[in-house]
């Protein structure tokens, strides 16, 4: 008796649902506007907190990318207003382009020696571009294709570099050593270096233009009997996380003057 | 207890079916088919009813259409349970009616999704259908389960 007066009375709270639910359905469209919004507000308050954050982060991605250019723009200029000096002209900043190249394949040995990156000939990424990271150099383009570019990164065992100590002025070729550091070659033994120097580009060899951030000198060795002073520098680019780096394109019809005048095609052939 | 913490369910899943998962399977229906498959029917249209509402408040000019769906799915899982012989691919039934009543209750109101997408919510529905049974039942009536498994008479 209990069981079947407890059932009916289920029935009922059933219907009475459904009929209320029927009700809703039938309301004008302007009345249902009128009542929903405290209702959604209440009910619907962590949805509108969670679209709102991934608003925030997909906003905060591309103003993350957009300040990774402007980084390497400012590091470029930097590079620039260091070497320069006084006396000489401004360089025509116009012509200076940088291109950013999502990161899209590594080499799989190392994952540091090579990278391919998804810009090309078709936005004026050339053999020979130098490929930067707002923190430094990253490496140059060796290899391009219409849409691709493959990059030998400062990792990569063939790669050198024309380096000089900021501080010092002093001179050397900078290749990949062991432990993710980079070797400084043709150290002379009474050269002045000391850990925490910076080492820069100098600009010689065409490639690199003078003042790009290298690294920081790690250790020094003092040799006196050997024939150059062994010199270890901790690079400033972490190539196992880049994402994207920047290409720098100078267009080949305008010659570039001042501070990129290293970059000039060589008119005298220096004898051996 | 275990109502309240069934329509918290509900609840987080709509949060997740909404926040997440825009193209994906419909986790509140195949939470409220298992709660309809073991709770009284005024439970099972109770949480019909609250699941509804929850999807009307996205779209307020259609409110009602999603609260009679849910609501009707609820209490036709509860009362048809018992007519149905009791197997593993009774849940998968009700989900595929259930969809099909929503999917033609949303074509009449015009506000239903590309059919690609449509399509591809259904699939994935049915096939987490079989595997939503056994995750609930174990979270929620792992007492009934286990006294059904000794022979013991529940009252």
Request: overall charge positive.
């Amino acid at each position: 008796m209990l069981g079947k007066k407890l059932g009916s009375a289920q029935d009922r709270i059933c219907w009475i649902i459904l009929l209320f639910s029927l009700l809703i359905l039938l309301l004008p469209v302007n009345f249902k506007l009128k009542i929903t919004p405290p209702v959604a507000t209440a009910l619907l308050l962590p949805l509108r907190g969670l679209n709102s954050l991934k608003m925030t982060v997909a906003s905060l991605g591309a103003e993350n990318r957009r300040l990774a250019q402007l980084a390497a723009q400012l590091a470029l200029e930097n590079a620039r207003l260091k070497s320069s000096p006084p006396s000489q002209g401004t360089a025509p900043a116009a012509a200076l382009k940088l291109i950013p190249a999502p990161v899209i394949a590594r080499d799989l040995g190392t994952l540091k020696r090579f990278l391919t990156v998804s810009r090309g000939a078709t936005c004026g990424v050339r053999i020979g571009s130098v490929a930067l990271a707002p923190q430094g150099v990253v490496g140059k383009v060796i290899a391009v294709s219409a849409h691709q570019a493959l990059v030998q990164t400062i990792f990569e065992p063939d790669f050198r570099v024309a380096v000089l100590n900021s501080r010092t002025r002093e001179l050397a070729m900078a290749r990949p050593g062991q432990e993710n550091l980079l070797n400084l070659d043709y150290v002379s033994p009474d050269a002045d270096y000391q850990p925490g120097d910076t080492i820069i580009t100098s600009g010689l060899g065409g490639i690199f233009p003078k003042g790009l951030n290298i690294g920081t000198v790690k250790t020094v060795q003092n040799k006196p009997d050997a024939l150059f002073k062994p010199v270890s520098v901790q690079p400033f680019v972490n190539i196992t996380r880049l994402e994207q780096v920047f290409i720098l394109a100078i267009p080949a019809e305008s010659l570039p003057e001042g501070w990129l005048e290293n970059l000039k095609p060589a008119e005298i052939r220096i004898p051996e | 207890m275990r109502q309240f913490f069934a329509f918290v369910l509900i609840y987080i899943l709509f949060l997740l079916q909404t926040g997440f998962l825009p193209i994906g399977p419909d986790l509140v229906l195949l939470a409220l088919v298992v709660f309809a498959r073991h709770e009284n029917k005024a439970t099972a249209t109770s949480l019909g009813f609250f699941a509804g509402l929850l999807f009307d408040l996205i779209a307020p000019r259609t409110l009602g259409i999603q609260i009679l769906i849910f609501t009707m799915t609820g209490y036709g899982v509860s009362t048809l349970r018992n007519l149905l012989y009791s197997s593993h691919w009774q849940p998968v039934i009700f989900t595929f009616v259930a969809l099909m009543l929503k999917m033609t209750a949303l074509n009449l109101v015009s506000s239903s999704s590309p059919p690609l997408t449509l399509a591809l919510c259904t699939g994935l529905t049915l096939i987490l259908s079989p595997f939503a049974e056994p995750v609930l039942t174990r979270l929620f009536y792992r007492q009934e389960v286990r006294s059904r498994r000794q022979g013991k008479c529940q009252l």
